[in-house]
Nanobody, 127 residues
Framework: QVQLAESGGGLVQAGGSLRLSCAAS???????????MGWFRQAPGKEREFVAA????????FYADSVKGRVTISRDSPKKSVYLQMNSLKPEDTAVYFC?????????????????WGQGTQVTVSS
């Protein structure tokens, strides 16, 4: 496992943009090579759901249908960081957003593919 720290959440009006960042840290970060890094979100009273992910090697990207076309995931390999650019935000995007990393091969869409999780960052979109 590796420690993950998210930043960039906040309050934004509908139609606005936010860029979330996630960086791996800790003594194991320098040798940590993920297979996947992704973003999930959890709204009050709802289950945690997949938002987007990127495979570290091939740099394939994956998106939930609910955010496709509005969200872009990218990575910075040397910094062991992943970013989530969110545009045209909607009130239904309001949630705590979690960064996740997985070392083993697995489906980008499933929580079980990730063994390291950040603490989350709040995104609130006002109407």
């Amino acid at each position: 496992q590796v420690q993950l720290a998210e930043s960039g959440g906040g309050l934004v009006q509908a139609g606005g943009s936010l860029r979330l960042s996630c960086a791996a840290s800790g003594h194991s970060a320098s040798t940590y090579i993920p297979y996947l890094m992704g973003w999930f979100r959890q709204a009050p009273g709802k289950e945690r759901e997949f938002v987007a992910a990127i495979s570290w090697g091939a740099e394939n990207t994956f998106y939930a249908d609910s955010v496709k076309g509005r969200v872009t995931i990218s990575r910075d390999s040397p910094k062991k960081s992943v970013y989530l650019q969110m545009n045209s935000l909607k009130p239904e995007d309001t949630a705590v957003y979690f960064c996740a990393a997985g070392r083993a091969y697995g489906s980008a869409f499933k929580l079980g593919s990730y063994e390291s999780w950040g603490q989350g960052t709040q995104v609130t979109v006002s109407s």
